[in-house]
């Protein structure tokens, strides 16, 4: 799939964006990897969301064009990192929660020093960010300027996608909703829990509700 085909696919639906980025390489200076596990949030309607009661100024990158990297932190320790997606004014991301590493390993070892195996090295978003040095500076970048130096670029797309419910979430917020997506293929490399995940045939507003 393409660059502009994913950036299409996030201003579309944040649902479908998240689909469109697995598969995809995240690259940040010599360390690159494939994108295999998603998580979409949504605005107004996802309690969920960061973007459930409009902008702040942590969490306004959502509202901005789709493509922009938004980088919270979180638990007092964790930097996470997610895509905006929508179109300017709707506040929505899809947060990267795993990838397999391609390029960099040895560098994503020394940062992810208590990993067992490498399968473990980007296995979760805050992992990821560890590994791959992201913290509050990437804040804002353009994740498809293909100059950035934190960037998305186009890979080989999933073969199968299975989908579940978001992970983390607490009572109310969301925490029913299936809008965590996977390669099917990758399940060895993905966070916990990697139980509860169900073929994905279509993408119908019907079988991925809110609540």
């Given at each position: 799939?393409?660059?502009?085909?994913?950036?299409?696919?996030?201003?579309?639906?944040?649902?479908?964006?998240?689909?469109?980025l697995l598969g995809a390489e995240l690259v940040h200076g010599e360390l690159r990897a494939r994108i295999v596990e998603t998580e979409a949030y949504r605005g107004s309607d996802d309690p969920g969301s960061h973007a459930h009661r409009g902008p702040t100024p942590r969490c306004e990158v959502?509202?901005?064009?789709?493509?922009?990297?938004?980088?919270?932190?979180?638990?007092?320790?964790?930097?996470?990192?997610?895509?905006?997606?929508?179109?300017?004014?709707?506040?929505?991301?899809?947060?990267?929660?795993?990838?397999?590493?391609?390029?960099g390993t040895v560098l994503m070892r020394e940062r992810r020093s208590r990993a067992k195996s490498d399968k473990q090295l980007l296995a979760g978003p805050a992992c990821l960010c560890a590994a791959f040095g992201i913290d509050r500076r990437q804040n804002g970048?353009?994740?498809?300027?293909?100059?950035?130096?934190?960037?998305?670029?186009?890979?080989?797309?999933?073969?199968?996608?299975?989908?579940g419910p978001r992970v983390g979430?607490?009572?109310?917020?969301?925490?029913?909703?299936?809008?965590?997506?996977?390669?099917?293929?990758?399940?060895?490399?993905?966070s916990k829990p990697k139980t509860e995940l169900t073929q994905l045939e279509v993408l119908p507003e019907a079988i991925l509700p809110i609540g």
């Open positions: 799939m393409s660059i502009e085909s994913i950036r299409d696919a996030l201003r579309r639906d944040v649902r479908a964006g998240a689909v469109a959502m509202f901005g064009p789709a493509g922009i990297a938004y980088v919270y932190f979180t638990y007092g320790m964790h930097w996470m990192l997610n895509v905006s997606a929508l179109e300017e004014g709707a506040g929505a991301a899809v947060l990267i929660r795993a990838a397999i590493p391609l390029e970048w353009d994740l498809f300027d293909p100059g950035s130096p934190l960037r998305i670029e186009a890979g080989s797309p999933p073969s199968a996608v299975v989908y979430l607490a009572e109310g917020k969301g925490e029913k909703t299936p809008w965590r997506f996977a390669d099917a293929d990758a399940l060895d490399w993905i």
